[in-house]
């Protein structure tokens, strides 16, 4: 199981550390490192900051927003990265939901979700392969547009800049059981955001036949620390966030998820609670036993012990939200 670093997002800026975190992650032997974006820090010009001081780390987005690009802007982002790194990056997508699609970047949350990740996917296949310029008779994603406000005078393009790599890695994130199972057909990984090591059936059948080479790369908090319960504090605290903040009350991609894991009850109440100003008892009321499961916190003995679970499932790579460099070491060391 490769090793990988997830920095996030920033909060209310950047983080000093980032960057230090990145190279000593790199010198221990990490696979790769990823950012992310909500509404804030984008995902790309971080990485592109982290590969001038790194050379051999990969680079990746977990998750580039679909809706924050076009797929050609998306794929302009990743091709031109990959040539400055020297061919190090992974491209991963997520659609997000309907609050931050319509709420942050002003577009429509598609009426079909599935049919908008297959057109957006292709498009940026398109344009890393270079075979042809461009074309998608698509729903959400045409190429060249020819919509009801259109000039007639688009045409289809290739991108002057010939790509590094046609096969640059693209993974999805992906909750619901039958985008998982389309992210195996079209994606070459995916990204879960909760990934517990005892419950895969959670996300269907598509992760017990797999293609070669297909990554499955979850995110976990992982921390180093005597009291579990203590280090369990920012899981929860994320959790909270995720389940009653990043969505509607009667469309919350994440609340669904924690609900079918088996924690129905207690999802529908951190939400309740949250979305009431409520935010400290919706933090408290995240089940210490969810957050555990979706992330290794403990001295390192528990840690150990623990990562032969999800060793010994589906998973290619743990990318570890870690807080710091002795963290980092202990995972790299119990790992090896």
């Known amino acids: 199981m490769r090793l990988g670093l997830a920095l996030g997002y920033w909060g209310r800026g950047p983080s000093a550390g980032h960057v230090p975190l990145a190279v000593e992650a790199e010198r221990l032997g990490y696979a790769t490192v990823w950012t992310a974006e909500s509404w804030g820090s984008d995902a790309f010009t971080p990485l592109t900051w982290i590969a001038a001081r790194t050379s051999r780390i990969g680079l990746g987005t977990a998750v580039a927003q679909m809706a924050a690009r076009s797929p050609t802007a998306t794929a302009m982002h990743a091709l031109t990265l990959d040539h ?8 991963g997508l997520g659609l997000s939901g309907p609050q931050v699609v319509e709420g942050w970047y002003g577009r429509p949350f598609p009426a079909s979700p599935l049919t908008a990740t297959r057109e957006y996917v292709d498009v940026v296949r398109q344009v890393l392969r270079r075979e042809a310029p461009v074309e ?48 195996v057909r079209i994606a070459d990984g995916w990204l879960p955001l909760y990934w517990s090591p005892s419950r895969p059936g959670v996300y269907g059948d598509a992760v017990r036949d797999l293609p070669p080479g297909f ?6 908090q992982v921390r180093v620390c005597d009291d579990v319960a203590e280090g369990l504090l920012p899981v929860k605290a994320m959790l909270g966030f995720y389940i009653g903040g990043m969505g509607h009350a009667a469309r919350n991609f994440h609340a669904d998820l924690m609900a079918r ?36 916190v403990g001295p390192r003995e528990r840690i150990r012990e623990r990562l032969e679970l999800w060793r010994a499932g589906p998973v290619t790579d743990l990318l570890a939200l870690a807080p710091d460099p002795h963290t980092l ?8």
Do not use: C, W
């Open 84 to 91: 400055l790194s020297g061919g190090r990056v992974l491209l």
């Open 136 to 183: 998608l008779d698509g729903r959400f994603h045409a190429h060249p547009y020819r919509g009801p406000d259109a000039t007639g005078l688009g045409r289809a393009l290739k991108p002057i800049t010939h790509p590094l790599r046609a096969d640059l890695p693209v993974l999805l994130g992906a909750e619901g059981p039958k985008n998982v199972a389309q992210t």
């Open 329 to 336: 070491r202990v995972l790299a060391e119990i790992n090896s």
């Open 215 to 220: 990554r499955i790369a979850p995110l976990a």
């Open 261 to 296: 894991m088996g924690y129905e009850e207690e999802s529908r109440r951190v939400q309740r609670l949250f979305l009431e100003g409520r935010r400290e008892e919706a933090v408290r009321a995240v089940p210490d036993a969810f957050a555990d499961e979706i992330s290794l």
